[in-house]
């Protein structure tokens, strides 16, 4: 059974910095993108980041240079750097897990960015 757990989030305040990890377990075959979503209250789930297997990036226009997403393809653990956070940044953010035996989510870790 394919796992992922989010840790890293909290609170911050605005111009403040915070790492997101996702860690995975289980048995995956043929992943072709990991990444982030995020969902904040009233609003729908948007995409923030984005990495392919080959390490491609693509970022949503509201946190491109802000936000850094890496993996590491051993581990199957992708991270979010996120740096000048900003009270829009707030939101429960997800990570995915893209396959061809399907798409696997974590549970979310919650963001505050407030004073």
């Known amino acids: 059974q394919v796992r992922l757990v989010e840790s890293g989030g909290g609170l911050v305040q605005p111009g403040g910095s915070l790492r997101l990890s996702c860690a995975t377990s289980g048995s995956i075959f043929n992943i072709y993108a990991m990444g982030w979503y995020r969902q904040a209250p009233g609003q729908q789930r948007e995409r923030v980041a984005r990495i392919s297997s080959a390490g491609s990036t693509n970022y949503t226009d509201s946190v491109k240079g802000r936000f850094t997403i890496s993996r590491d393809n051993d581990k199957n653990t992708v991270f979010l750097q996120m740096h000048n956070l900003k009270p829009e940044d707030t939101a429960v953010y997800y990570c995915?897990?893209?396959?061809?035996?399907?798409?696997?989510w974590g549970q979310g870790t919650q963001v505050t960015v407030s004073s």
């Open positions: 995915y897990l893209g396959a061809f035996t399907g798409t696997f």
